[in-house]
């Protein structure tokens, strides 16, 4: 099929293939515990929150825009839906759903706002994430909800098998991540709403002139990743067993990063779902196996920094060459 | 279908307009026009700015409604206004400048994009696209990888894309904004082979452009608008340039040749063999101070990069540039500009000015450090006073030097670019194709600046792909294709027609 | 050229015309001006009809002046890059680490008992580490951005969460605090009323508005801005002045960690992080274009006069700082509604043909008009 070809053959997705060989081959020598199935399965799953928001990111980078406030989003939808947990007995759907939903309206709210008031999203976002973080601390002091209900504290195992290595588990997060992953590149990718985003991406003029609507387009961009930002919260509550307002402050250049490396671009109208998820891989490996090697946790930050904007040049440059090359004579 | 009907279809036109007029606010854009076109046929627009050809075509679109009064007449049924989508359904499709592609998506993907909007949920299946996408190139037998990505494609190639796409929409008849404005003199041939296809299947192509020289093989008809009326429809061949000019401004222009021979003069800059790969190659030419050389050729030929070679943007790979008889090291534009050369790009709105700042900032922004009295200050009022004399030099129809400059005409525009450049005190003024987009009548007075400059004893590279411009604003022409200089004219010796047939020749 | 003596007519015809000049550079921005002075009036009198007897009092006029310098620096430093085309997201992660190693040599290096001459010596150095470090950043990101050609919101990004990363690792999340009194008094002293860190901001906002206006490289950031492209192509060599554009920023980073020192006592990883927001909206509502090109420093120090006022008031109403810094969010957005559907305050007469060019920011701002 031509379109795995290009998913699995494409630039990005090539480099990063060859990226994470590289990387697996020099960890896998310098630490005999890193190849092994139990440390890979406990990597993918503390990436898990990070994946799931990362996939929202990536829709909205497609469709040409930005946005920093995800991470407010998560944590408020998270504590909505604790507090209705805890305070009020509601059942994990409803729960669930009511997170959700205001995931859905803080994302509307980013994509109203862009839109009408046409302004740089990166300011509207900005503008926004401080609205809902200052609002969320204001209205919950700032305290954590503890005690959450077993059926979201409680480890949820799919699979659970040893190894040479230990148990290994596959746990909600893993699954909830990798059904998040695949979904979003189905929509992106064979869907007529995943096909008008990556159009507006790549001319918002022109798509809007053939009839694609520029604000139904904005509005499921951005709405899904407040949707996506709820699922994470919540996915994030369960793994620490508790629902912090502060806790995903500060993750936004991670989640971004991700998506960037995958092959989503700031103009727009790029990338894949495989390239974020073989970014992902590439990550985590990274840094599992710097901490193995007994590299400060910190190090990685500016690891991770450098490693975008290496990437990011090589695109700039890349993009800038084939621009000159076909460049209409504009009048 | 009865023989009735069948023949009348013969006889009507597949588009008629008739009393259609379009006003906004207080401005008449287009005022009584009856105008028609008839199945299958190449038909050409042209007009100045303001002559309502683009207020026309928006109307046939369904982007404006026309004022009540006029009909539109599409295949028989007749409308008073038409909505985007209704347009569509009639088959009217229209081609902007920019072609209005997606560069990310591929070539089928772009094609095809109308299945992908009325599409329920999921995207059309690959084999539904790829037969429509398939069908439409077949039926301009046009070959294109459908996998290839817009973006990687050269802008021939994408035209074919983007008329590909109108007939998968089912077009009946086609407008294309200026199509060859950026095609090489094969890929032109290219473009009118597809038209005849087109002509041939029954689809009506409307060019707007007034370049005769290219569209006059397979135009039959040319209609003339002017200050929003139709001066006329008149058949292609009975057309040339001057004339189209005259009716398109109402004023009979008088050409002089005004070549002189400037040979004893001091050459001011020289360029030796030079050779830029991909580009240009081997090129040499001698600019004498105070002449006035034209260098035409059409796209594809060298002419913009040798221009930014000689203007330091790029670096040759061999060869020399010398000024003043003194051998030139460029490694920058800076350098150039500080050497005396001065270079006016064929881009006037992108490259040439800054749209939104004010005028003043736009003609001081070359010649910041003469402006300097201390400690690198540049008092503004040095700026405005800069400008006021400029605008007054130079004519420029500004009143407050402090507005943007994108509120002036095109023409006064490109006064404000020649003003920024002479600023400079430049020895070499390079011109890249200076009045596109400039209405006919500015452009004489352009030519006027231009000719007081070399008077001046400024060299003038004058670079263009118009026949009239170089041919009576020239002391001698050079004949550029392929990256090579092919041929020398002078004006006067060699007549208008010659330079024109080894143009396209 | 006319040498007979100028009649009634030609006189008014001067007139008119210097009129027209005057009204066009009133348009294009000092309406702006003006109506935020009115504006700041407004909030001035409406404070001062709720708190009658708190609010309307030199007191107040004395506290804002001491909690502006900082905040004004530092959207100096945001409006420099914003004008430039570009931004910076790393303004407060820059302040704060060169805080943290001015006050690390004057906390863990410098003996307590330090005075006179040494105490100066001392205190030069601490300075000039600092500012060497803000020079470091300022030059990384700038050519970075001019070029390497990277996006100025990737690299800002990166280089915020690089400072923070490296300030709290060092000092694993605690504040380094006591310095000499010398240092303190920028903040607490005053001189006719006025206090010192206020006098410096207003000296360092005078030139930076004599930068922007009248030097060289005030023009070419301001043309930058606009149409990066042109602005090469007339001779300007873009990529030094972009990298100057991201120095001067992170000098003036440098300028608010040292008044930040004097006002707090203190330095951190984490203070001021709410500021980022704030000096956005500073500098939006003082007039900077966000897309680049304009900006007028006068604005951008009526709309800090202006957000401090809002500031005070909301603490004498003792208003929780979680929802001030909500209201600074919603405040940012009404100024753009404001800006977006009041054309009739703007200048521009019809564009014809216009294309609007915004370089330094491709995607997420893409402009909304047609360019065809």
């Known amino acids: ?331 | ?505 | 050229m006319r040498v007979a003596p100028p009649g009634l007519s030609e006189l008014n015809g001067k007139l008119s015309s210097e009129l027209d000049r005057v009204i066009g550079s009133l348009r294009q921005g000092a309406i702006g001006i003006s109506g935020l002075l009115a504006l700041l009036a407004v909030l001035i009198g409406l404070f001062s009809l709720s708190m009658p007897t708190t609010f309307p009092r030199a007191t107040t006029l004395q506290a804002m002046m001491f909690q502006i310098p900082e905040l004004g620096l530092l959207s100096l430093a945001m409006a420099v890059p914003l004008i430039s085309g570009g931004i910076n997201l790393a303004i407060i992660a820059t302040a704060n680490q060169a805080g943290l190693l001015m006050a690390w040599i004057l906390t863990a290096l410098m003996r307590q008992d330090t005075n006179g001459a040494t105490l100066a010596l001392w205190l030069f150095g601490a300075l000039a580490a600092g500012l060497l470090s803000c020079i470091v950043v300022g030059l990384v990101t700038g050519v970075l951005v001019a070029i390497l050609g990277v996006h100025p919101i990737l690299v800002t990004l990166g280089t915020m969460t690089l400072l923070h990363g490296l300030s709290i690792d060092l000092t694993r999340g605690r504040t380094l605090s006591g310095f000499p009194d010398v240092l303190t008094a920028i903040s607490n002293r005053t001189l006719w009323g006025v206090p010192i860190s206020f006098g410096l901001f207003a000296i360092v906002a005078t030139a930076a508005h004599v930068l922007l206006t009248s030097t060289k490289l005030g023009v070419r950031i301001h043309m930058i801005g606009s149409n990066l492209e042109s602005t090469r192509y007339s001779g300007v060599d873009t990529r030094r002045v972009q990298v100057w554009v991201y120095l001067i920023s992170s000098i003036l980073c440098w300028l608010a960690a040292v008044i930040m020192m004097a006002r707090f006592n203190s330095a951190g990883a984490d203070i001021a992080q709410s500021y980022l927001l704030i000096t956005v909206l500073a500098a939006i509502l003082g007039g900077v274009d966000p897309y680049g090109g304009f900006g007028r420093i006068a604005g951008l120090f009526i709309a800090l006069w202006m957000l401090q006022v809002i500031a005070s008031g909301f603490n004498l109403m003792n208003v929780s700082p979680h929802l001030a810094l909500a209201s600074w969010g919603v405040i940012l957005l009404l100024v753009m509604a404001v800006k977006r559907f009041t054309p009739a305050l703007r200048l521009a007469p019809r564009m014809r043909g216009s294309r609007s060019e915004s370089p330094a920011w491709p995607g997420p701002n893409r402009r909304p008009e047609n360019p065809s």
Request: charged share 15%.
């Open chain 2, 1 to 505: 279908m009865t023989v009735d009907s069948l023949a009348s279809a013969d006889a009507k036109p597949f588009l008629a307009l008739s009393g259609i007029g379009k006003k906004f606010g207080g401005t008449v854009a287009l005022d009584g026009i009856h105008w028609s076109v008839d199945r299958g046929e190449v038909h050409c627009l042209v007009g100045e700015n303001g002559s309502g050809k683009s207020t026309l075509i928006k109307i046939l679109a369904g982007v404006y409604a026309p004022d009540s009064g006029g009909s539109i007449s599409i295949d028989g049924s007749r409308y008073a206004s038409l909505t985007p989508s209704q347009a569509k359904s009639l088959g009217v499709q229209v081609i902007f400048q920019d072609l209005s592609l997606f560069p990310n998506l591929t070539v089928l993907e772009n094609i095809a994009i109308d299945h992908q909007l009325h599409a329920p949920f999921l995207a059309p299946p690959a084999r539904v696209m790829r037969e429509a996408a398939g069908a439409a190139l077949g039926r301009l037998d046009a070959r294109l990888r459908l996998e290839a990505l817009v973006r990687d494609l050269p802008v021939a190639q994408r035209q074919i894309v983007a008329i590909c796409r109108g007939l998968a929409a089912n077009a009946r008849i086609l407008f294309m904004d200026e199509p060859t404005a950026s095609l090489t003199r094969r890929e032109v041939e290219l473009l009118l082979r597809t038209v005849r296809r087109l002509k041939a299947l029954g689809v009506a192509v409307v060019f707007v452009s007034h370049r005769l020289e290219e569209i006059v093989e397979v135009a039959e008809r040319v209609t003339v608008l002017r200050d929003g009326r139709k001066v006329g429809t008149f058949p292609a061949a009975q057309l040339n340039n001057h004339r189209l000019a005259e009716l398109m401004t109402g004023a009979r222009i008088t050409h002089q040749i005004m070549a002189r021979s400037l040979r004893d003069r001091r050459p001011a800059l020289e360029v030796r063999g030079a050779t830029r790969a991909g580009e240009f190659e081997d090129t040499s030419l001698v600019l004498h101070q105070g002449e006035i050389l034209g260098l035409i050729g059409l796209l594809g030929a060298g002419r913009t990069e040798l221009a930014l070679a000689l203007f330091g943007m790029t670096a040759l790979d061999s060869g020399e540039i010398l000024l003043d008889g003194a051998r030139l090291d460029l490694r920058s534009n800076q350098d150039a500009v500080k050497a005396g050369i001065a270079y006016v790009s064929e881009d006037r709105l992108g490259l040439g000015l800054n749209l939104k700042q004010p005028i003043s900032d736009n003609i001081a922004i070359t010649v910041l450090d003469r402006l300097v009295y201390a400690f690198g200050l540049v008092a503004r009022r040095a700026r405005s006073r800069l400008a006021s004399s400029w605008v007054a030099q130079l004519g420029i129809g500004a009143p407050n030097v402090e507005a943007p400059v994108q509120t002036l005409s095109g023409g006064n525009q490109q006064r404000v670019v020649l003003a920024k450049w002479l600023a400079t005190d430049p020895k070499v003024l390079i011109l890249d194709s200076p009045t596109v987009g400039v209405d006919i009548r500015n452009k004489q007075g352009i030519y006027g600046v231009v000719r007081r400059l070399a008077k001046e004893g400024v060299a003038i590279l004058l670079i263009s792909d118009e026949v009239p411009e170089v041919y009576f604003n020239s002391d001698r022409v050079l004949h550029m294709r392929n990256g090579r200089i092919v041929g020398e004219f002078v004006p006067g010796i060699a007549s208008e027609h010659a330079l024109s047939e080894a143009l396209y020749a």
């Open chain 1, 1 to 331: 099929m031509p379109r795995l070809r290009e998913v699995v053959f494409g630039r990005t997705e090539t480099a990063l293939i060859a990226a994470i060989l590289v990387t697996a081959v020099i960890l896998s020598l310098s630490s005999p515990y890193f190849l092994t199935i139990s440390n890979l399965v406990n990597l993918v799953e503390a990436y898990s929150v990070t994946t799931i928001l990362a996939a929202g990111v990536f829709v909205v980078l497609v469709s040409g825009g930005i946005d920093i406030s995800f991470t407010a989003t998560a944590s408020a939808t998270q504590y909505l839906g604790a507090y209705l947990a805890t305070h009020f007995g509601f059942s994990a759907a409803s729960a669930l759903g009511a997170a959700a939903a205001l995931g859905v309206a803080l994302g509307s709210v980013n994509a109203l706002l862009t839109h009408y008031l046409r302004v740089a999203s990166i300011i509207v976002t900005i503008a926004t994430s401080s609205i809902y973080y200052a609002l969320l601390i204001y209205f919950t002091d700032a305290q954590e909800i503890y005690n959450l209900p077993d059926w979201w504290s409680n480890r949820i195992t799919f699979l659970r098998f040893s190894s040479a290595s230990g148990v290994v588990r596959i746990t909600l997060p893993i699954v909830v991540m990798l059904v998040v992953v695949a979904l979003t590149e189905y929509l992106m990718r064979w869907t007529r709403i995943g096909r008008q985003i990556y159009a507006f991406g790549g001319n918002p003029e022109a798509a809007s002139r053939i009839g694609i609507g520029v604000l139904r387009v904005q509005l499921l961009a951005y709405g899904y990743l407040g949707l996506l930002a709820a699922v994470a919260g919540f996915i994030q509550a369960s793994r620490v067993h508790q629902a912090v307002p502060t806790a995903m402050a500060g993750q936004e250049l991670n989640v971004l990063a991700v998506a960037i490396l995958g092959g989503a671009t700031l103009v727009g109208g790029v990338g894949s779902m495989g390239g974020v998820a073989l970014a992902v891989v590439f990550l985590a490996m990274l840094q599992n196996g710097l901490n193995l090697v007994g590299v400060s946790p910190y190090f990685f930050g500016i690891l991770t920094g450098l490693a975008i904007l290496v990437s990011i040049t090589m695109t700039g440059f890349a993009e800038r060459h084939a621009r000159k090359r076909y460049a209409v004579r504009s009048v």
